[in-house]
C-alpha cells in the first residue's frame, strides 16, 4: 500500500512539471542566479514540500477482505503503471533521483534459533553478461608461502570457502612443445599465486624492456625537458626564502653529545690520564752519544758496494801508440754491436789536457753504475762445496749381486732367416725357436744340439710352452691358425698325457664359433697334433700367453680390429674373443700370476681388468708413445713396460697409475722385457743390438721401494736393417738368459 502511495505522489508532480513546461519560456521575468548543488538540492526539496501541501493523503485502512482475486488484480495494473511513470522519471532525472531505486523485496522470517524475526533478502542471480559470472574463482588466501600446499592437491580457498583445485601441469617436453607451438608464451609469466602461466599486457612487457635496456619504466618520462627557470628574469627574482619554517634549535644550541666528550677528556687530563707534550726549548750546547756502549749486533755488516772499473792505459788523453786503433781495426769496432764489443771505447789521443772534449758516454755510464748498485747482493752467501758422487744413490756393488749371466756359452744359427721369437721348456731342458721362413727348431739347452726341426712355409709369429708339469708341448702362430707340436724323447707317461689333453679319445661337443678346432691324424712328432684356424683375416699371431694352470692359452693377432685377442680353452676346445670393442690397437696381453686378473697394453694405455667380474679395474698411464713390450713380476704386484722411444718404466700395482721408475739405458727401440721366474733378475733388449740385465729385488714390507740396480750390458748380436735383439726368455732353473737376434743367431748367456 505505501508503494501505492508513492506513486500518485509521483504522478501528480508530473502533472504539475508538465502545465509549467506548456507555458512559454519568456512570458514573466526570470531572474539567474548562479548556486552551488547543495542549494539547489535544497530548494528542489523545499519545493517538494510546497506542493505536497494542500493534498495530504490519509493513510488506507486495512480491509482484511481486501486479498480477492479482484482487487489483487487491479493493484498488479496500477503497480505496472506506476513502474512505466518511475522508469521514465528515473531516465530524466536519473542524478536527483537515484535514492528512489526499488530493491528486491524482502521477507520476514521467524528465526528456528532465536525464535525471532528476521529480514532474508533474495539471492543475487548475475546473468551471463555479468563480469564476474564467466571469471574463475580467484584464489583468496592472501600473502602466505604458497609452499604450504605443495603436498596438497588444491592451493587456496575462494571468496566461498571452497577448495581452488591445482591446475594440471606438464612435464618439459609439454612445455618445450608449447613454447614452439604459441609463439605467444614468451609473453607470460608465473602466477605463484594461481600457479599457472598468464599472459602480460603490453604495459607490462614495455616496462620489462624498459628495465633489461636500463631506461626509465616509465614510457612519459622525458629526460631531456627544458629547463624551466623559476628565478631567473626580470620580476622573477627571490625575495623570501623558500622556507618560512622557524630555526632550529640546534643551529644556535651547543651539543649535549659534544659537551659529554669534552668533559670526558677533561677529566682524563684532571686525573693525570693525559699529559701534554712540555714545550721544546733549544738547547744550544752539543750533545755527545756513547756509541761503544751499545751491545754488538749479530747481524752480519752491510757489504760493501762493488767498486768501478780502474781506468787503463788506454784510456789517457795521450796514450801510447800501441794503444791506439788502426783504420782497420776502427772499422771492424764500429760495424760490430755493442754487445759484442770488448770495449765500449776506442783510444783517442790529444796533443793537451785542454783539447780534450766533455765525455759522451757520462750519462750512460753513471745510469750503469746505478744498476750495478741496484742489482748488486744483498746478502753474503757461502759457496757450498759439495760432492757430486756423494748426491747419487749408495748401490751395492755387483759382484755382491752374483749370479747373473757375463758371457756367452752358445749359439744356434737359423740360416735362411731373422729369428723371430723362441720359448724354454718348464724344465729348462729345451729350446724352440722359429724364424720368418717358417722353420721351428728344437735343440737343447745344454749342449746347443738341434733335435728336431719343422718346416710349416709360413712365417713363426710366436712360440710359447704349456706350463703344465705332467704334460710337454709348445704352441706356434702362424698366418691365421695356431700349431700345437709335442716335442720327441720324452718319458712315456708324459707323452700319453700329452696326447689325452690335445688329442682325447671322446672330444667334447662342438660350440657355434668361427675358430675350427682340427686333429691331426698321423705321428705326433712329424707335424702338430693340434690346429687351431682363426679367422680370416686375422693376420699373423704375434704374442702367445698361457695361464698358470695350463688350460687357457690367449693369442694376439697382427689385424687391429676386434678379432685380434682370442682366449682358447684347451679342455672344452672353446675359442672366444673377450672384448667386443677395444679402444686402440692391442700390442700385448698377460695372465697375472696369482689372479684372475688380465693385462692388455695398448698403444699408449695398460688396462687391468678382472676376469670373474668382468670389470675393469685400472688404467696405468706410462707415458710411451708406442708400447712394445711387457711383463709381470712373479709375485703380481708390480710391471714393466718397454716402448718404441727407448723408455722402460716400473709400476707398483698398488701405489699409483703413474710409473714408480722410468729408465732410459737403450739408445734405440726396446724389443722385449723378462722377469726371472726365480731370480731377482730381469732383462731388456734393442734394438741397438744390447742386452741390459737388472738387478731387482721386491721386499715382502710394502714400505720398502724395490730395488732397481743396473749388472752388466751384454752384446752380441749385430745389427741388420735396424733390428737388434728381438726376444729373450730366462731359463727357469739357472741364472741363464737366451736371446734371439736379427741376424738369425739364438745366443746362451750364462754366469
Known sequence: MAVTGLAKVRNKRKQEEVTEVEKGPFDEAV?????????????????????????VDEFPEIDAASDSDEET????????????????????????????HIFPKSKKVVSDITGQTKVVYPEIEPDYDSDSSTEDDPNRVGNIPMHWYDDLPHLGYNINGKKVLRPAKGDELDRFLQTVEDPNSWTTAFDQNAQMDKPLSAEELDIIRRLQAGENPDSEYNPYEPTIEWFTGRGKEEVMPLSSAPEPKRRWLPSKWEKQKIMKIVRAIRQGRIVGSKPTIADRKQQFYPIWNEPPSNQPPPLPAPKPKLPTNSESYNPPEEYLPTEEERKHWENTDPEDREQDYLPHKYPALRLVPAYDQFIKERFNRQLDLYLAPRIQRVKLNVDPNSLLP????????RPFPNYRSLQFIHTKARVRCLSISHDG?????????????????NVGREVKRWS?????????????????????????????FIPPNISPAILTMTQSTLAPATLPPA????????????????????????PSASGLSRQL?????????????????QGSVWMHQISRRHSQAPFKKIKGAVQMVLFHPTKPHFFVATQRYVRLYNLAEQKLLKTLIPGIKWISSMDVHPSGDHIIVGGYDRKLCWFDLELSEKPYKVLRYHSRAIRSLHFHPTY??????????????????????????????????????????GLGVLQIKWVNKQPWLVSAGADGSVSLWCS
Open 511 to 534: 660350440t657355434q664359433s668361427s675358430i675350427k678346432w682340427i686333429s691331426t691324424s698321423g705321428a705326433a712328432e712329424d707335424g702338430p697334433i693340434l690346429t687351431i684356424e682363426l
Open 429 to 445: 731342458a729345451w729350446v724352440a725357436s722359429g724364424d720368418e721362413s717358417g722353420v721351428i727348431s728344437l735343440w737343447e739347452v
Open 31 to 55: 531572474d539567474l542566479e548562479m548556486q552551488s548543488e547543495d542549494e539547489a538540492e535544497d530548494e528542489d526539496q523545499e519545493g517538494d514540500d510546497t506542493s505536497d501541501d494542500g493534498d
Open 394 to 401: 749408495k748401490l751395492p756393488s755387483p759382484n755382491s749381486l
Open 680 to 721: 731377482p733378475l730381469f732383462a731388456s733388449s734393442s734394438d741397438d743390438g744390447s742386452i741390459q740385465i737388472f738387478h731387482a729385488r721386491v721386499y715382502s714390507d710394502l714400505m720398502t721401494d724395490p730395488l732397481i740396480v743396473p749388472l752388466k750390458i751384454l752384446r752380441g748380436h749385430d745389427v741388420q736393417e
Open 545 to 561: 700367453t698361457w695361464h698358470r694352470k695350463g688350460d687357457y692359452l690367449a693369442s694376439v693377432s697382427s689385424s687391429e680390429t
Open 73 to 100: 488484480e487491479e493493484e498488479e495494473e496500477e503497480e505496472d503503471t506506476d513502474d512505466l511513470d518511475e522508469e521514465d522519471t528515473l531516465d530524466e532525472n536519473s542524478d536527483t533521483n537515484s535514492d528512489l
Open 456 to 484: 710349416l712355409g709360413s712365417k713363426v709369429g710366436a712360440i710359447e710352452w704349456c706350463p703344465r708339469l705332467d704334460t710337454c708341448f709348445f704352441v706356434a702362430g702362424m698366418e691365421e691358425q695356431l700349431h700345437f
